[in-house]
């Protein structure tokens, strides 16, 4: 079934009849049958490729970028929420493009794509617009091989914040990308979990080799969580899994950058828990709720499910949430139990144990 967002390229069908085509982010599989056999979709979020990649035309590719070098005559961009990574998948793409070669831009009108054409005219990309209709709105234009920004070559760490976060006994330095959760800095959610995360491992009064214990960090973004357990607990092994391709980029990257021995830390790409193996004694999360712009409560219900499938006995869940989200409700329906352990006026600290 179309997007609204494909049903407004569909209505601009000629500029995109004939060459090669790149489509970033798409938000359905249909699309591509209107291509081109040689159309190449790219897709940094790992349910969107599962989606679409075993259905659609063309050659598919998971990944912050594609794997090898490609040129297009065309492509297609589907706006991100982020303005900064909008930004940097055009200077990306742009590069890509055969001379004169056609640059689209389309986004749902509450996603900020209005706003796309302002913050494009800063990298030197002067957009036109094109078409508006289902609460969409698809811009485009040309890009020249005499274009500052063709001749540009993309560095993705260009593109690199860093920002530290302290524990009660390490910091770290931490790499975000824009597209990645929490990309400015450290969220106040986050950083509420992390301050409750060391009473969970301070119980060695005698000072005893302590047994590993295995650790996951659920939807870790760029690994905050997961590796300040890493570096902290030297008796971890700590697994890290999202479906973001630009934030799995900078987690691997801040395993070596906080010199932590990377056979304590594996990192998973996975759509929910599927393709995390094993059992763990403790889950961490600051769980994603939204899909696209709206809250989807379904996201977590799953999450919760499949964790207590994963967790030991005794082991236990540590989450942080938005006070005004009904994790109580799913939690005592999962689990049976649940207890608050940090609160502020936003957020609340739960937790759950598989009994």
């Known amino acids: 079934m179309l997007s609204s967002e494909s049903e407004v390229l569909l209505r601009n069908q000629q500029y995109f009849e004939n060459g090669r085509w790149l489509i970033v982010n798409a938000t359905d599989s249909e699309i591509f049958s209107y291509f081109p056999k040689s159309v190449v979709g790219l897709h940094q979020l790992y349910d969107g490729y599962l ?22 005559d065309g492509a297609i961009i589907y706006w991100p929420k982020s303005k900064q990574h909008g930004v940097m998948l055009c200077h990306y793409v742009s590069t890509l493009l055969e001379n004169e070669g056609h640059l689209l831009i389309v986004g749902d009108n509450k996603g900020g794509v209005k706003s796309a054409a302002k913050a494009l ?17 698809l811009i485009g234009t040309l890009v020249e091989d005499s274009d500052a920004i063709a001749h540009d070559k993309f560095d993705i760490s260009k593109y690199v914040n860093t920002y530290s976060v302290k524990t009660d006994s390490h910091e770290l330095s931490l790499e975000t990308l824009p597209g990645g959760f929490s990309s400015d800095a450290l969220d106040p959610g986050s950083a509420l979990l992390l301050s409750t995360l060391d009473d969970l491992f301070n119980n060695n009064s005698a000072k005893k080799p302590l047994p590993t214990v295995k650790v996951l960090d659920f939807a870790c973004g760029n690994g905050a ?30 395993v070596s950058r906080n010199n932590i021995d990377n056979n304590r830390v594996d990192i998973v790409t996975s759509n929910g828990l599927d393709e995390v193996t094993g059992q763990f004694d403790l889950i961490v999360s600051n769980p994603p709720f939204h ?13 919760l499910i499949d964790a207590k499938k994963q967790l030991r006995p005794n082991g ?8 005004f989200l009904k994790y109580p409700d799913q939690l005592e329906q999962v689990f049976g139990n649940f207890r608050v352990v940090a609160q502020t006026t936003k957020f609340n600290v739960y937790q759950s144990i598989h009994s």
């Open 121 to 137: 005219n800063k990298i030197g990309l002067s957009m036109n617009k094109i078409d508006s209709a289902r609460h969409c709105t």
């Open 225 to 254: 969580i997961g590796l300040s357990i890493a570096a902290s607990q030297a008796h971890t092994h700590v697994t890290l899994s999202d479906i973001n391709a630009l934030a799995l980029t900078c987690a691997k990257s801040n």
């Open 51 to 72: 989606n679409i990649h075993s259905q659609a035309r063309g050659f598919h590719h998971f990944g912050p970028t594609l794997s090898s070098d490609n040129s297009f």
């Open 316 to 323: 236990k869940l540590q989450i942080v949430a938005n006070r």
């Open 291 to 303: 899909s696209g712009t709206k809250t989807d409560y379904s996201i977590t219900e799953r999450f």
